[in-house]
């Protein structure tokens, strides 16, 4: 792995872990290295499709297929400074339920509640990374269960916290 992506790598163990996921409230890693920017996105699957267990019908399958589709499209997700000129490298996201094994995203809270979320990466190259301050989202548009992003950002900059809600969906430093 080259240096730069292994230092990004290295730079997400210093950011907190997650706790246990609050329906509506996801949690956002942002890791700025040189001209690479990495988001690291975890949500409830609730706040995408309103549930979180095997969909029962065409509709919820059809449901999770649309935010699936939705997440993979980075370029209308995240919107860095324009004049940085960052375009999208790569894209993975996890959405549980959507056919592959799903084991390893549900799991159990007290009382017996199944839960599920999903997880997302993306990475972005900047042409002009001097001139990156800020990545906005337009997340909360796509998705109306979804009211706060806990963002934490680790850069050349230092590290710092961030609360994202639909009235203010821009992450700034
Ligand atoms: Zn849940």
């Known amino acids: 792995m080259k240096l730069p992506l292994l230092f990004a790598a290295c730079l997400f163990f210093v950011l907190p872990a997650h706790a246990q996921h609050k329906h509506g409230e996801g949690q956002l890693d942002v890791v700025i290295d040189k001209d690479s920017v990495t988001l690291g996105l975890e949500l409830p699957l609730d706040a995408t499709v309103g549930f979180e267990r095997t969909p029962k019908n065409d509709k919820e399958k059809a449901a999770l297929a ?3 589709k ?3 499209d980075a ?3 995240w919107l860095p400074t324009p004049t940085a000129n960052c375009t999208v490298q790569s ?3 996890q959405v ?3 056919g ?3 084991q390893h995203a549900q799991h159990q809270h007290e009382g017996a509640a199944h839960h599920a979320d999903i997880d997302a990466r993306y990475v972005f ?3 002009n990374p001097a001139a990156l301050k800020s990545v ?3 997340l909360f548009k796509h998705f109306k269960r979804l009211y706060r992003l806990e963002v934490q950002r680790v850069g050349p900059s230092g590290q710092g916290a961030q609360r994202l809600t639909p009235k203010a969906p821009v992450l700034s430093w």
């Open 66 to 68: 649309a935010a699936d």
């Open 70 to 72: 939705v997440l993979k």
């Open 75 to 77: 370029a209308t997700l």
């Open 91 to 93: 894209a993975q996201v």
């Open 96 to 98: 549980p339920f959507t």
């Open 100 to 102: 592959g094994d799903d």
């Open 125 to 127: 190259r900047c042409a």
């Open 136 to 138: 906005e989202t337009t």
